[in-house]
């Protein structure tokens, strides 16, 4: 027998392995074992986190502050209640805000912007300008406070822009207050705009979230005067996104290839203990990752993101931030500001922040559970069923609007939380299928079949238990369970929208859940028009006899069972609901007729814009599977190939060797890596033949073709190169492995 240690290292004083070599991945575990936590970075007693909120934003009592009363007053009433912006106290406007930054260290102002690559974009100009004496002065108008001109057509258009048409805007939003941007060597003024062409059309993600916004609210409106409410108070989606990540040592990263490139890792086998003793689920944080929390939380606190809740998540290695609603474009602004911040503040602890659907196969991806309600300053939140749903007439209309909607545009929402990262993780068992359904839970799926029957007299109370522990109080029990499976599920006064990647931005799932609730709104709020004639006395008989209607025609898509069921896949068939499993199957929802007149109709989205990005997503995704493809030929063939054939030198030699020494020497495991190396060869050749290929020349043909032929050619090279990372001595492997970078800290 030949005995040797293939690792040729020790174990360190803190228990980590200490790698000898010069691999990429034996350095990088050698880096890990000399890890040194920065010293205490925050000072808790000199400045609490409580007072560290909004200190970095030109909120509305920094406005209030700053401004004249009446500008100010115009100000607020533009941010309140949607009313259209003054321009005439823009230099007044822009004169505070600059006095403000410059307090704070500023010295060059960002238009901050949301085009259709999902990431954030910024233009920085100076504030000093110099005065012609040779000195320079700090100026910032009104002009230059609404509008910026970035390049448009430098980014994703779909068609909108060419190459030759360069002009574009930037337009101040008034609603999403400006905020400093810290860095060791100065602060920025970034204000938050939209970005449009010079023709009009929205080239970004911005713009359609304010525009559904007005949508939502303006159909609102008629619902709530039909139950008496005529105030006015504008009518607002909020949102709550809950964002899973990943948090790994650099040192890994950077020696793997695939994540510093695509975000994940392409190649992987299975480590020996996984998630299966649900051990890392709300554990214990570690040491290094809590520092890093405290300090991502301040630095979103400074920026007036509310965050509320942290905690590990399922996988290990993963885990979860989460804050507290806010309107849907303030919301959207502060997810991607937030992701930005956790990717900054990782790396001051060593670490890199992923914030990819699936970044590990075999273990839970990460979603971005975008929580989802409605609401006004004079009638709270829309969708607060109250102790007795069956008796809150106008709580059942606007829900009964969200259930109607889901399921007429149900192709529409599994398109917008389409990417080819979340493909790896929609319809696992560890994420929602890719069946768009609704849990409404025990006590509203009650409620609503006696009205499918008739008429609702009756809520199933909540109650309380006992725990059976005298020094336990009894708890408050809700009157239904959560359905972690559900796509769609109603969670109490909220919808909560599980599909969407955490990778995504949020803009493209809000735009379609207010567009099409305000679709809803306006059909309920027609029928209820035409049937009560403006006598109220005939409401409560009309909005029975449309809601008996609504649940007659969308009641199929309420699920409460298990999603992740095969049964639930043959009874989703027979209901007829879509199972739209891949990108290449959602994305052409997009081109559907109803969905361009959707948005269309209550001009969220022009015909040229939706096509646009149908197009670029599109591109996107086809641009996505490209990189991963050529990434898995390059590292498989200059990486695993090169390491898998060295091993094979070894154990010949080796071979000869002891058969020279008159030993013998099984040929079983020589034969079986020689025979996986051959594999590894054909099956790099095979996808080396088709991944340049763009399979046709329209949008449709070509995301076909990557998901249909490309994608399981990479499969393909992967499924032998994990198979042979079990066969291959450990010191000559290349890659770190699961092990090693999901539970070394």
């Known amino acids: 027998m030949i005995s040797a240690n293939s690792k040729g290292g020790s174990v360190s004083s803190n228990g980590r392995i200490s790698v000898s070599g010069s691999s990429p991945r034996s350095a990088a575990i050698s880096a890990i074992t000399g890890y040194e936590p920065p010293s205490s970075r925050l000072n808790f007693r000199e400045t609490p986190t409580q007072e560290l909120f909004n200190a970095n934003v030109f909120s509305k009592s920094a406005m209030k502050e700053r401004l004249p009363k009446s500008v ?80 448009g057509s430098s980014f994703p258009t779909g068609g909108i822009r060419q190459t030759f048409e360069a002009r574009g805007y930037t337009i101040w939003d008034v609603t999403s207050p400006a905020y400093i941007l810290e860095n060791p060597n100065g602060t920025t003024l970034c204000i938050p705009t939209a970005f449009v062409s010079w023709t009009g059309e929205a080239l970004d993600k911005k713009t359609p979230v304010l525009r559904s916004m007005q ?31 990943f948090l790994i040592d650099q040192n890994f990263f950077y020696a793997r290839p695939d ?23 709300f554990g214990a944080i570690p040491d290094r990752v809590l520092a890093c929390m405290l300090e991502v939380e301040r630095e979103a606190f400074k920026l007036g993101i509310p965050v509320k809740t942290r905690h590990n998540e399922v996988a290990p290695g993963q885990y979860e931030i989460a804050p507290l609603f806010e309107f849907a474009n303030v919301a959207t602004d502060h997810q991607q500001l937030l992701m930005t911040t956790m990717r900054k503040v990782a790396e001051k602890y060593g670490m890199v922040c992923l914030t990819h659907e699936k970044p590990f196969a075999g273990v839970n991806g990460s979603g971005k559970h975008v929580n989802f309600s409605m609401g006004s300053s004079s009638q709270g ?31 529409l929402l599994r398109s917008v939380v389409a990417s080819a990262g979340n493909d790896h993780r929609l319809g696992a068992n560890e994420a929602p299928p ?28 909540a109650g309380s238990m006992t725990v059976g522990v005298d020094v336990l109080p009894p708890l408050p029990k809700h009157a239904g369970d959560r359905n972690r499976t559900s796509p769609f599920a109603f969670t109490g006064n909220r919808f909560e929208f599980r599909a969407v990647g955490a990778n995504q931005s949020i803009a493209g799932p809000l735009v379609a859940m207010n567009t099409i609730v305000a679709e809803s709104l306006d059909y309920c709020a027609t029928k209820l028009e035409e049937a009560t004639g403006g006598d109220s006395s005939k409401l409560n008989p009309a909005l029975q006899s449309l809601l008996s209607e609504i649940m007659n025609e969308a009641g199929s898509i309420i699920f409460n069972g298990d999603g992740y069921s095969d049964e639930w896949h043959a009874e989703a068939e027979k209901r007829g609901l879509l199972n739209l499993k891949t990108t290449a199957d959602a994305l052409p929802a997009l081109e559907e007729p109803a969905v361009k007149d959707l948005f269309s109709k209550y001009n969220v989205l022009s015909e040229r814009e939706l096509e646009s990005r149908y197009e670029t997503y599109s591109e996107q995704y086809c641009m996505t599977i490209n990189v991963e493809a050529s990434l898995t030929s390059e590292i498989g063939r200059t990486m695993i190939y090169p390491a898998a054939v060295r091993y094979i030198g070894e154990l010949a030699s080796a071979k000869n060797a002891v058969e020279a020494a008159g030993g013998s020497l099984g040929n079983s495991v020589l034969t079986t890596i020689a025979s996986k190396v051959d594999e590894l060869a ?59 970078m999901l539970f070394i800290k």
């Not at 086998?269 to 998630?275: R, V």
């Not at 990557?706 to 066969?727: Q, S």
Request: hydrophobic share 40%; charged share 20%.
């Open 72 to 151: 100010f007053k115009s100000l607020a009433n533009t941010i309140d209640t949607g009313a259209t912006l003054d321009p005439s106290i823009a230099d007044v406007v822009a004169a505070a805000m600059k006095d403000w930054a410059i307090e704070k260290g500023a010295t060059h102002y960002a238009h901050v912007f949301f085009p259709l690559t999902g990431a954030t974009a910024e233009k920085h100009d100076s504030l000093l300008s110099p005065d012609g004496d040779g000195a320079a002065i700090a100026e910032f108008s009104g002009n230059q406070l609404i509008q910026g001109e970035p390049d």
């Open 682 to 740: 054909s099956a790099l050749d095979a996808l080396d033949a088709v991944k340049d290929e763009e399979g046709g020349d329209s949008a449709a043909t070509q995301i076909r073709y990557a998901c249909d032929t490309v994608i399981p050619a990479m499969n393909a090279v992967r499924e032998v190169a994990d198979v042979l990372e079990g066969l291959v001595a450990d010191d000559l492997w290349p890659l770190p492995t699961y092990q090693e």
């Open 215 to 245: 949508a939502l609210n303006t159909q609102a409106q008629r619902i709530l005067a039909l139950f008496g409410h005529t105030d006015g108070a504008l009518v607002s989606s909020t949102a709550g996104p809950e964002q899973e990540y």
């Open 259 to 281: 994540l510093i490139n695509a975000g994940r890792t392409l190649f992987g086998a299975a480590p020996p203990k996984g998630q299966e003793f649900d051990d890392h689920y």
């Open 381 to 411: 939140n829309l969708l607060d069923p109250g102790e007795s749903p069956h008796e809150n007439a106008q709580f059942l209309c606007f829900c009964a609007a969200v259930i109607r909607a889901v399921h007429k545009f149900q192709g």
């Open 434 to 461: 890719a069946i768009l359904s609704i849990f409404l839970g025990d006590q509203l799926t009650d409620v609503f079949n006696q009205i499918k029957a008739g008429t609702a007299e009756s809520s199933l109370p």
